[in-house]
């Protein structure tokens, strides 16, 4: 497949992106798009459908197409791809069933292509991506490949969107199907945070919602580990201090350990909500906050990933947490030209509010502070 990766300010400054693209032959029939919230979206779909260009897009906390960050800006990666190989499917969470409408839509992509893989991307701040990683599997099994994302407003946390050339909603999915006997796609989950000290047992818990760590309040432990100054309602950066530099890591029995930040204080009892669930019972760790390391490993992992599966790629798509950006500032750049170098190809990505991956050895799950990796390759 041809690939080409393009970005822009306005729908105006992409619609000239878009035809300097196709000046020498190229035609794209698949746009994987991610755009600011503030961005026109139905000037956009409208230029993707008059050029007959299906659409994949979500909003985003921050965008890119090669190692510099934009903010406001819109970043899509062009494929030229027989529209034969690919199909995309939406559906809105209706009364918050995330299960069954993954499940659904994975269904008709299951039919249309016995051997399919997926990139999806959710809308709504509440939604439960396990719930709809589940749903994939209900209806392809554990081993299916699924890559994605959370949409994402700027650090809003408020109203977030994902959309096609002919729909959009701020509380759905996006799912799109591709034929693996067509095309092969491989993706890494990697994060690269370090844990710290010994582990610690969730000794009470209900879903998302973390009460207490051996026995002490979720936020007052982490607060001590950290040594973070200053804990009260008023400080409004506690929170971001908290999920960027010192978040919990959830053990495995098998994987690497998932990411879940704090994000929302209940000042009731000092305990608090995480980006996904924590089991009572469960063993964590806590981080140390971020250095080169960490953009190393990520870096690392995605190499392993071409040196073991993915030789050659067309087209990386990439979804960054928005944690990561938050926590390593201008040194994200070098992140993403790590990442970039690897194959050289076209890439577009997104700082998301969630990752929506399988992390090394491990399992299809949610995560946090993890950057995600996909490769496209026709073959």
Sequence with gaps: MKAKSIKAMSPQELQVALQDSMQDGFAPTLAIVFVSVQQDREALRNLFSEANIAVFGATTNGEFTDEEPEKGSAAVLLLELNRDFFEIYTGDFDQDNYRSTARNLAEMGKVKFPEVGFLLATSHPATDGEQVLMGLQDSCGDQIKAFGGAAGDQYGFKNTFVFSDHWESNKGMLLLAIDETKVKIEGIATCGWKAIGTERTVTKSEGNHVYTIDDIPALDITVKFGGIENPTEENANLMVEIAANFPLQLQRSAGDPVMRPGLVVDWADHSFYTSGTVP????VRFSLPPDWDVME?????????KDTKMPEADALVVFSCAGRILSLGPLMSEELEGIKNVWNVPMAGMFSNAE???????NLEMHNLTTCCVALKEI
């Design 280 to 283: 009572q019972g469960s063993k």
């Design 356 to 362: 929506l991956a399988r992390a090394t050895g491990g």
């Design 297 to 305: 490993k990520v870096v690392q992992g995605v190499q392993t990933l």
